[in-house]
């Protein structure tokens, strides 16, 4: 149901300018609750920097973005945290020379009390229980010990969505989580965001077309700043517009 009460994140008329260049155009998108919502389009159409806007790492210069009806357009990417937005980025941020626990860890010390905040990282009781969850979860458990920057690429890419999801959002921001996988990678990641979608919600940027209309429920196409399509998969995949700008003829 398209309903105000099923919409979590909102964003209204946002622009983004890098100098001469518009990199988001007016883009308004609704996504509702639960469920992978996916946006796609090709290199350089604005989708990154529309993550920075709807998480707070850059100010929009017009525009406004809304979490449960809350306007967060000024809050900083810390604030949206505790409206209950987490995002991972294009490019990697874990702590490559921590262990995998160790950064679990530490991803998940928000939930500690304030005054835990300084208590050394084995006292806080709180986040170790939260890091074992996510260990065992995203069937890390056997490279608990393992320093981040020694696992496989598609390990490091399941640890950085653990990461993301310590702290407990309801709203997941992924960029790209399957960039540079092999194909086996991909496809245990695909399953495992369609996991986390049945208590979360989840906005996804990929660029794998297949992956997408197979995993979303929405998707919304970029292309040049500009919200091109919005729909189904199946809608999507029909639009001439996106066939034109985006897909190619071979998937007419
Ligand atoms: N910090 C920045 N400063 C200047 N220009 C930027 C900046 N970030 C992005 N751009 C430009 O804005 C446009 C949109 O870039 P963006 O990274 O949002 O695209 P994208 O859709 O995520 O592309 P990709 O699929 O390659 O990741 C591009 O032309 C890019 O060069
Ligand atoms: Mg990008």
Redesign the pocket.
Known sequence: MNNAHSIILEAKGLSKR??G?I??DEVSIAVQKLGVTSII??????????FNLLSGTFLPDNGAVHIDGVDVTRLSPEGRLFSGMARSF?ITNLFFDLTVMDNLRIASQVLEPRSHLYLPLEKSEIALKRANELLEEFGLEDSRGQLAGALSHGQQRRLEIAVTLATRPKLLLL??PTQGMSQVDTHETADLIKRVGLNTTVLL?E?DVDLVMDLSKTVFV?AQ?RKLAEGAPGEVRKNPLVQAAYFGEELA
Do not use: C, R, W, Y
């Open positions: 890098f100098g260049l990199a988001v389009g090709p290199n350089g159409a604005g989708k990154s920097t529309l294009q960029d790209e940027i660029h970029m700043g």
